[in-house]
Structure formats: C-alpha cells, structure tokens
C-alpha cells in the first residue's frame, strides 16, 4: 500500500517474521510509551504522576486485600478473554461474550435456587457452573446458526443479542416477579440469594477457587488449540477458508463449534461471578463490561491463552485501584482513559512490528527527481 505526499510517497511494506527478542521489547516499549503520555495526560490535568502509578500498583497488588480483589476481578476477564481467543483465533468475530456471559449468571443463579440445599455442595456448584456454560453456548448458537449456514454478519448478530441478553436480565429482577426476584423487596429489587452450599470454596479472603478454574481452561484451551484435530482445523480455517474447503472440512461445523465454545467459555464466567462473588442475579452488581474488555484483553495478549491471565491481571488491577486514585482526588475516568492509551500503544506497536513505512522520493511534472525539502 502507498500514498502520495507531494514529492514523497509513503509505502507500507510487510516486515519478516520478527526475531523473539524484538517481539519482547516491541509491548514492552509500547506499554512503557503508554505510561509515558498516561504521565503527560496527568501532568496536563494538574496531578502527579509518580503519586498516581505509585497508588495504582499499591492499591492493585500491594497487600492481600488488594492483591486477591484484582484476582477477583481477573477471574471473569480470563474467561471473557479466552472466549475472545477461541473465536478470533478462526477469525470469526464474537462480539457477544457480555450477553453470554450475562445469560450464564442468569441461568446459573437459576439453577443455585432450584437446586437448593437438595443435593450436596459440590454437585450442586458443579450443576450450576454446567448451566451457566450451557446457557452461553446456546445463546451464542443463536448467532452461530445463522453464521455458519446463511452467511450472515456474526458481528451485528453478537453485538445486538447482548442487548437481548441484558433486556431478560433487567425484566427478571426489575420488570416482573419471576423465580429469580426476592419478593420480600419490592422497593429495591434485587434476586434471590443461593444457598450458603452453593457458594465456591474460599482460597484466601474473598478470593474463590473460580481463579483457579479459569487457570484451568486457560490451560486447556492452549492444549486444544495447538495439539488436537479441532484446534488444527480451526487455524487452518482461520487462515484461509477456502482451502479448509478444498481439503475437506466442514468449515459451518467449525464455525458453529468455536462460537459455541466461545459462549460457553463467557456463560462459565457469569456462572463463577455468581457462585464466587454475588450469590444471587443484581444486575446492579453483575461486573457488566467484562464481555468488551475480554475483547481487550485478548488483543493485548495475541489471542495467546496463556497471555491472557497476565493482561487480564494487568487491567483488573486498574479497576481495583481506581478507588484509591478517587481517594486523591484523581477522577476515575483517568484509570479508564490509561487503558485505552495502554490498548492503542500495544496494537501500534503490534502494527509496526509487523509493517515497515518505507518514504521515496517521487519525479517531479517533467520527470525529473524532486529537489530536496
């Protein structure tokens, strides 16, 4: 690709495949650029930026209070992050892990009330976990279906049922007096609290073994993608469609399939906020969002399973300390305008790492050189 500019033209030429020790230094040199204009964009709004990053890593990582509520908050964006992978990684694009993820704490606060302290504690969170995965899987088949069998855009069709899925959500506590509403709380809805049973073994403090579930997936998801016959067929279709087709896969069942894990993957997710963290369906406390920054996170860490755990860390630990930050004066909005600097500093540089502008001097009207500038 090139473009003209007077006596100059600009071409963007593909890079070779960079060495390992440039594909190190390229995020580390665009995470400390982020951090640099972070810097400015503090100094510029009157604060200090030694005093805000210095309160940032303490109030994210400093401590156990602070160190097991990032990981809490981790814990849903790794789940939401490799629901991002998994899809991406074919190159078809689920924008829906927010509503699957909420349709996973819907079904899974579902299936906590009706099971009770019927069965025992474990069946019961296994059962719960089950149905918040199943519930994202066939939610994200709503989309899935059309994708693979009419060709439909999977963008519109994802994005728009996380519209969908908060709508159910919100009439389930707001709007009706369903079996998830507690009916004792007219003035202020809010759901019906699972069984004490029910609730996910504690680690240390708050922090729930759901940590330790995402690691897990993440764990098998790498597994899947790089040493079975769906992971193989899933980048071979990535990469190129038609020839999947020629070698005789059935590229519509690999499209339902991801999508499907997928869902379930960001349902799993919603089932372990509500039998880690909430107990109960309160859309007012649900963690809404973490299906868009698991989109986040996934870019940031190259669709790489594994990388996600540390990017999705990275950016709990700014929603963790934003708090702290609003103690000093700081506005929250900073802690979200850092993330989306450290986001745009990561795919630039992942763009001129891979891509290389080359300027040429272009002949001037009567075919000679250009003079010099």
């Not at 996910?200 to 079975?228: D, E, M, N, Q």
């Not at 109960?280 to 299906?291: K, T, W």
Request: aromatic residues 10%; positive net charge.
């Amino acid at each position: 690709m090139s473009l003209s500019l007077g006596s100059r033209r600009l071409t963007v030429e593909s890079r070779q495949v960079p060495s390992r020790m440039v594909r190190f230094l390229a995020p580390t040199f665009s995470v400390a650029l982020a951090f640099v204009i972070g810097a400015l964009i503090l100094l510029a709004t009157g604060q200090d930026p030694l005093l805000a990053y210095t309160e940032m890593i303490r109030k994210g990582f400093v401590g156990r209070l602070a160190l097991t509520g990032t990981l809490i908050i981790a814990t849903p964006l790794i789940f939401t992050g490799l629901a991002a992978v998994v899809s991406f990684r074919m190159k078809v694009w689920n924008i829906g892990a927010e509503g699957q993820f909420i349709l996973g704490a819907v079904a899974s606060s579902g299936v906590g009330l009706w099971v009770g302290d019927q069965v025992g504690g474990p069946l019961g969170i296994v059962l719960m976990l089950v149905a918040g995965a199943l519930a994202g899987a066939l939610f994200a088949a709503l989309a899935a279906l059309p994708r693979a069998y009419l060709n439909t855009d999977e963008v519109i069709s994802t994005l728009m049922l996380n519209f969908v899925a908060l709508g159910i959500m919100n009439y389930l506590i707001f709007s009706s007096f369903s079996f998830w509403r507690d009916p004792g709380r007219a003035t202020f809805p809010v759901g019906k609290f699972v069984e004490d049973v029910l609730f996910l073994p504690r680690l240390v403090g708050r922090l729930h073994v759901g940590l330790i579930i995402a690691l897990a997936f993440a764990a098998i998801i790498w597994w899947a993608l790089r040493y079975t016959k769906w992971g193989f067929e899933v980048m071979v279709t990535g990469d190129s469609p038609r020839a999947a087709l020629y070698s005789g896969m059935r590229v519509d069942r690999k499209i339902l399939s991801v999508l499907m894990v997928s869902g379930a993957l960001a349902g799993l997710g919603g089932g372990i906020e509500v039998g880690g963290v909430l107990h109960n369906l309160d859309p007012r406390a649900l963690s809404l969002g973490v299906g868009f920054t698991g989109i986040v996170v996934a870019a940031l860490a190259r669709l790489s399973p594994f990388g996600v755990i540390p990017v999705a860390i990275l950016v709990a630990s700014f929603s963790n300390a934003a708090p702290g930050l609003q103690v000093l004066g700081i506005p929250s909005e900073i802690v979200i305008l850092l993330e989306g600097i450290l986001f745009l500093c990561i795919v630039a540089g992942e763009w001129f790492l891979r891509n290389a502008i080359r300027v040429e001097r272009t002949a001037g009207p009567a075919g000679a050189e250009a003079p010099a500038s």
